[in-house]
C-alpha cells in the first residue's frame, strides 16, 4: 500500500524547512536565513496519529526569477506539485502577503491538487491574526497560523492535510497484480527497457527542456501472468537550468517506489554505478521493496572473462547494504537478456511473500547462536529468546530480547544471513523489529 505523498512549496526563507524538520521530528533540512538554502529536495516518512505519508521539502518558488538557483528551484517544487496528493502552501506572516504568493498560488490552482495553506511564524496569535487574515485573498481557503520553530498549531494543519489525503478505492486494494517500477538516472534507458518489454514504442519523452509528467502505469501480459510497469521516464534535459534537474527528480522516484513491490534499478553500463545510483538503491531499501539491478547497455561495454565478475564486484561495493540484489546484464536495445527479468520478477513476489514456521525460524536461530555468541557489553550478553515472523513483503521478523542496547547491526546482519542462506529470499529486502521482554517473564 502505497503512503501519500504531502509537497512542501512556498517562497524562498518562508520557513519551510524548520517546518519539515519539526514535523520529522529531526534536522533534514539546512536552515540559514538566505533565502534558497535548501538546495535539494528533501524527504521523509511521517507519521500523524494513525497516518503515514511522505513528505516533501521543496527549495522556495521565485514564479518570475532569472537567477538560476532559483530557476531550479521552481522546476524542482514543480515535480514535487506534479508528485504530491496533498500540498502545504506555507507563507509569512511578517513579510505578509506579497506579489510573489498570488503566483505561487495560481501556479497551485492550475495543478488542481488539494492545497492546505499554512501561515508561519505566528508567534503571538492575539496580536498577528489580523494579519493572518490577509491571507484569505490568495483565495485557496482557510490561512492555518503556525510557528513552525516553537511547533505551534502543527497539530490541526496537519489534521487538515491528512483529511485531504485520496481515498483507496476497493478495487486498489484488491488489485494483487505485481507492481514494477523502472527507475534510474535520466538516459540509462528506462524507457526503452519498457518499450521492449511489452513491444510497442510509447514517446514518453519530450525534448523541451524540464518537461515533466507522471510515472506512466503500463499493463502487460506475459506467459499468461500480468503485471503493471510503472515507468518514471518523463525529463529531457537540454539547458544549463534543467541539467540540475537530475538530483531533483528523486522525488518522482520516491513516488513510483512507494507503489511498487519491485524496483528494477536500471544503470548505464557505459557510466558505471553512480552515486545517484546508490541514492535511488537507498529508498528502495529502506521502503523493504524487491531489487533487481539492471545492468543496461551490455552490449556497447568491451568484455573479456572478468568484465562481468568486475562489474558485479563494484555494484556489490558500491550498494553493500543490499547484497540480497538480483543482478542483471542487459541490453534495451538488442534485447539480449531482457525477457529474463521476468523470471526474477516472478522469483522475488515468491520470495517476497514467503512465510516461515515459528519454530524452523527458532531451531536456525540456536544453531546461529552455538556457532557465534550474541554480543555483550560491560559484562551482560544479548540475550534472544524466540523469534516469529509476523508478515510479508516484506518479510517481517520479530526477535523477542532482553535488551535492546545490546542489539547490534552486525549480529542483525549474521542472523539475516543464516535465514537468507536457509530459505532464499531472493531480491527482498528483510526486516527485523527488536522487542524487549524481561528476564522474569520467561
Known amino acids: ?34 533565502p534558497g538554502v535548501t538546495r535539494d529536495r528533501i524527504y521523509a516518512e511521517v507519521s500523524w496519529l494513525d497516518k ?43 513579510q505578509g502577503m506579497v506579489d510573489a504568493d498570488t503566483h505561487v498560488a495560481d501556479m497551485l490552482r492550475k495543478s488542481h491538487k488539494p492545497v492546505v495553506l499554512a501561515v508561519n511564524k505566528v508567534d503571538n496569535y492575539k496580536m498577528q491574526m489580523p494579519d493572518v487574515y490577509e491571507f484569505y485573498n490568495l483565495g485557496i481557503g482557510d490561512p492555518f497560523p503556525i510557528s513552525a520553530s516553537s511547533k505551534q ?35 540509462a534507458g528506462k524507457s526503452s527497457i519498457v518499450n521492449k518489454l511489452i513491444g510497442t514504442n510509447r514517446v514518453i519523452v519530450s525534448n523541451i527542456a524540464g518537461t515533466t509528467r507522471d510515472a506512466i502505469d503500463t499493463d502487460v501480459v506475459y506467459h499468461g501472468k500480468e503485471y503493471i510497469f510503472i515507468d518514471t521516464a518523463g525529463l529531457r534535459r537540454k539547458s544549463k537550468v534543467s541539467e540540475e534537474l537530475e538530483r531533483y527528480s528523486i ?16 544503470i548505464d553500463a557505459t557510466e558505471g554505478i553512480t552515486e545517484q545510483d546508490a541514492k535511488i538503491a537507498g529508498i528502495a531499501h529502506e521502503r523493504g521493496k524487491g531489487i533487481i539491478i539492471a545492468v543496461n547497455k551490455w552490449d556497447a561495454i568491451e568484455k573479456d572473462n572478468s568484465t562481468v565478475g568486475d562489474f558485479t564486484d563494484k555494484i556489490r561495493k558500491t550498494l553493500s547494504f543490499m547484497s540480497y540484489a538480483e543482478i542483471i546484464f542487459i541490453s534495451a536495445l538488442t ?33 546461529a547462536m552455538a556457532m557465534k555468541q550474541p554480543p555483550s557489553d560491560k559484562g551482560k550478553r544479548l540475550r534472544i529468546y524466540y523469534i516469529t515472523q509476523v508478515s510479508v513483503k ?31 529470499f531472493h531480491g527482498t529486502a528483510i526486516h527485523f523489529i527488536y522487542r524487549e521482554r524481561k528476564e522474569k517473564e520467561q
Open 153 to 187: 498549531g502543527l497539530g490541526d494543519l496537519l489534521d487538515a492535510v491528512t483529511e485531504k489525503f485520496p481515498k483507496r478505492s476497493k478495487e486498489d486494494d484488491e488489485d494483487d497484480r505485481p507492481k514494477i517500477a523502472i527507475v534510474g538516472k535520466p538516459n
Open 251 to 266: 522525488i518522482r522516484t520516491v513516488a513510483a517506489v512507494e507503489r511498487a513491490d519491485i524496483v528494477i534499478l536500471v
Open 335 to 367: 534485447g539480449q537478456r531482457l525477457y529474463k527479468l521476468y523470471d526474477m520478477i516472478d522469483q522475488i513476489i515468491e520470495s517476497q511473500n514467503m512465510r516461515v514456521q515459528t519454530g524452523v525460524l527458532n531451531e536456525i536461530l540456536t544453531d
Open 52 to 94: 503515514e505519508f511522505t513528505m516533501i521539502d521543496t527549495g522556495g518558488i521565485e514564479p518570475d526569477s532569472k537567477d538560476i538557483i532559483l530557476s531550479q528551484m521552481r522546476e524542482q517544487a514543480q515535480i514535487a506539485i506534479d508528485t504530491a496528493d496533498v500540498i502545504i502552501f506555507m507563507c509569512d506572516v511578517r
Open 394 to 424: 516484506p518479510p517481517t521478523f520479530i526477535m523477542f530480547i532482553n535488551d535492546k542496547e545490546l542489539t547490534h547491526f552486525s549480529y542483525t546482519r549474521y542472523i539475516e544471513n543464516r535465514i537468507r542462506d536457509t530459505f532464499g
Open 1 to 34: 500500500m502505497s503512503k501519500p505523498i504531502v509537497a512542501v512549496v512556498g517562497r524562498p526563507n518562508v520557513g519551510k524547512s524548520t517546518f519539515f524538520n519539526s514535523v520529522a521530528g529531526q534536522q533534514i533540512s539546512i536552515v540559514k536565513d538566505t
